[in-house]
């Protein structure tokens, strides 16, 4: 979770203030450093009803924007004056505006990236990204004070194929970005009651995890929530308590966010209990949960930026190869002694197109381009051969990263491939809109997508919903075989889809955004438990009315099973789909569900959330209730909350293990859709 306004003053001349300085604007409003939301004025721009958000350069007079032209004039000259006398006259404020001399020293070199050994580039005659060569690199954060400058651990000796040109961070004019959340109105007495009644019992439940983990996996990877042991998943350095951070900061959990910042101080990653690290893992738990909750709790907390940037030097090893594609197995011990690193011939690319917001934020607090610059050259990567793939517009899931090429044939957007979909539209948010390459790309992969992964499901009550599928192109890429797949993963595309529709103003693409979010709500709500499985097989529609076909129904589930066959010959197509149906406790529209669990997972309330927050229609708010509720029921132990084994059975039994992301976004997400509209605005924050 990163903040849209702080990402954009890290573009601009605007910088984070020093302690000192806070306590002199405090006085002063007009140069407070916060999120602006503002309606412009239709008679200064002609345009109605625009509510829009301005970046960092424009923030200043964007704050207050006057209706009369003497007016102006008099503020500009009070912003000028301002302005002098923080820069010059005011030492404490110094590092608020850098010096002409400052910003021109930061002037990146004018020649083009490049490497020991360059990775493909777009055709010059079709620019779609600048690297900033004729912009003002941005203006480095103030240093950290002394007692809390990170120091950089783990990493090897000597790097073997240094970056001899950095790319930097996109700059440019002022972006606008348009609004994505609904504008509430007032609740009434009895809607806020219930809404704050929700609240109440997703904290609770919150909080008995969290206590669960204080008293049986304190500082652990993860706790094990049947018998109430722990468990070394991700380098033993504190999964969970890192990844809960900012969740403990917005449920107001005040003091034990201070004994968890005070904990995660003594974490030494400079040793590990893992001698391989999974780069994007370890990237979205520990140096997201670091970002996410410095921003959240307002940058107050320093040791959390200096543990980010030492989690951001051990990974920045995992880049250290021929070709600067990371390495996705980081064996982080043989590189500290000097062994030498390649990238895998078989990457999911999943892992190795997920690193950008960590690693772009990191860049911005710390002033270190080098950690744009990393994930910059896999994005340029990616963009490069985007429609060469045997699906063009689409990547598969495998990628061979020693040679930054696809041949792979299979393509979903869902497990092994989701999140390089998912963080186009927010790295482009994170940019400020400085570059259009992440549009680009995101409205690339629409159209194949669009036509080849989205379908519409045949159910009983001819629901309007559809769920993100798989495809297999054969080598000639002449026929195309889908796998009409459902997965808890994929949940996520129906929120990437919907604020993608507002940043990139593609209103009719709010439907299918809306589709895809009913289809997880659907899912959950037509299982035993009320709980979607992790994977379940549909069976797509045959034309646009969607007629439900029982026949239909029943031989698709009699074709996926494996064991059909050498248990029903001499059954008739029906009578095979029946015991099927029977055997397996599939609900009428599920052809077959391979995968029964449920592992606490966040993508479907994620979207819910999304969804509800762009429209503002309460019934999202109540079908996050009735998942809520149900996920409870089933999952609850006397220490925490554990994963399921199969939510098709009345008794599902629990699995002993409870993934991070439990606290840090599952309860996150379903807190935030009965908080107020402003704990984690969508246009506030990149989440």
């Known amino acids: 979770m990163l903040p849209l306004a702080l990402a954009r003053c890290s573009n601009s001349f605007l910088q984070p203030l020093p302690p000192e300085g806070l306590d002199l604007l405090s006085s002063f409003p007009p140069l407070h450093y916060v999120v602006i939301q503002y309606e412009l004025h239709q008679d200064e721009v002609k345009q109605s009803e625009s509510n829009l958000r301005l970046s960092c350069p424009a923030r200043i007079t964007a704050m207050f924007l006057p209706r009369r032209k003497s007016t102006v004039l008099l503020l500009a000259l009070c912003i000028a004056v301002s302005l002098w006398y923080f820069n010059y006259a005011h030492p404490a404020l110094s590092p608020l505006f850098p010096s002409t001399a400052t910003r021109q020293q930061s002037r990146p070199p004018q020649s083009a990236p490049e490497n020991e050994a360059p990775v493909p580039k777009t055709p010059p005659q079709t620019p779609i990204h600048d690297h900033g060569a004729n912009d003002p690199a941005p203006a480095p954060s103030p240093p950290l004070p002394d007692d809390t400058r990170p120091s950089i651990l783990a990493v090897q000796a000597t790097e073997y194929y240094p970056v001899t040109s950095l790319i930097q961070i996109p700059t440019g004019s ?23 009644a929700r609240l109440t019992a997703v904290k609770k439940s919150f909080e008995h995890s969290w206590e ?4 049986y996996a304190w500082k652990e990877d993860e706790l094990a929530p049947v018998r109430g042991g722990h468990a070394t998943t991700f380098g033993g350095w504190g999964a969970t308590l890192v990844d809960s951070l900012d969740t403990l900061w917005m449920m107001g959990m005040k003091e034990d966010y201070e004994k968890a910042v005070m904990a995660v101080e003594e ?9 391989e690290l999974n780069v994007f893992e370890t990237t979205i738990r520990y140096l997201g949960g670091f970002l996410g909750a410095y921003d959240l709790s307002g940058q107050k907390y320093p040791i959390l930026l200096k543990k980010a940037k030492e989690v951001g030097a051990l990974l920045y090893g995992a880049f250290d190869t021929p070709n600067r594609m990371p390495v996705t197995r980081f064996k ?23 690193l950008n917001l960590e690693f772009t934020r990191l860049a911005q607090l710390t002033g270190e381009v080098k950690f744009f610059d990393a994930i910059q050259r896999i994005t340029d990567v990616l963009d490069a051969q985007q429609n060469q793939t045997a699906l063009p517009g689409l990547w598969p899931i495998m990628m061979d990263a020693k040679r930054a090429k696809f041949t792979d044939v299979t393509f979903t957007l869902g497990g092994m491939a ?17 570059t ?16 080849h992964i989205f379908f519409r499901a045949m159910t009983p009550d001819k629901a309007d919903i559809m769920f993100s599928a798989g495809v297999h192109v054969n080598q000639n890429a002449d026929v195309i075989v889908p796998d009409f797949k459902a997965q808890h993963l994929g949940c996520f595309t129906g929120g990437m889809v919907g604020i993608a529709s507002k ?35 549909m069976v797509p529609c045959n034309g646009e009315e969607c007629v439900w076909d029982e026949p239909r129904w029943l031989k698709a589930a009699a074709i996926r099973s494996a064991k059909v066959e050498r248990i029903t010959e001499g059954m008739s197509d029906a009578e095979k789909g029946r015991w099927v149906v029977e055997e397996q406790r599939l609900p009428q529209g599920f052809a077959a569900i391979p995968d029964t669990r449920y592992i606490l997972r966040p993508e479907a309330i994620e979207s819910v959330f999304i969804f509800y927050r762009i429209t503002g229609e309460r019934k999202y708010q109540d079908a996050a209730w009735q998942m809520f509720t149900a996920i409870e029921n089933y999952t609850r132990t006397d220490i925490a909350n554990a994963a399921i084994n199969d939510v098709t059975a009345k008794t599902p039994q629990q699995d002993d293990r409870m993934e991070s992301f439990w606290l840090a976004e599952t309860l996150k997400y379903f807190y935030a859709i009965f908080a107020e509209p402003s704990v984690l605005s969508l246009d506030d924050y990149v989440l």
């Open 436 to 451: 259009e390459q992440y549009k680009k790309m995101y409205e690339a992969t629409m159209g194949p997508a669009m036509k």
């Open 418 to 434: 989701d999140s390089t979909y998912e963080y186009l539209p927010k790295q482009h948010m994170l940019l400020g809109g400085f």
């Open 267 to 275: 974490i030494d990653f400079s040793a590990a209990r893992l001698e």
């Open 332 to 354: 982080w011990e043989e590189a500290k002694k000097g062994v030498k690193q390649e990238a895998h011939e078989n990457s999911l690319i999943a892992e190795v197109g997920s």
């Open 503 to 537: 940043i990139f103003d593609r209103p009719e693409d709010l439907k299918t955004a809306r589709q895809l979010v009913d289809g997880c709500i659907w899912a959950y709500n037509h299982t035993q438990t009320g709980i979607m499985p992790e994977i379940a097989h």
């Open 212 to 215: 669960g983990y204080k008293k």
């Open 174 to 196: 002022p972006s606008l970005l348009p609004r994505i959340q609904h504008s509430f109105g007032i609740e009434t007495q009895d809607e806020k009651a219930e809404r704050e």
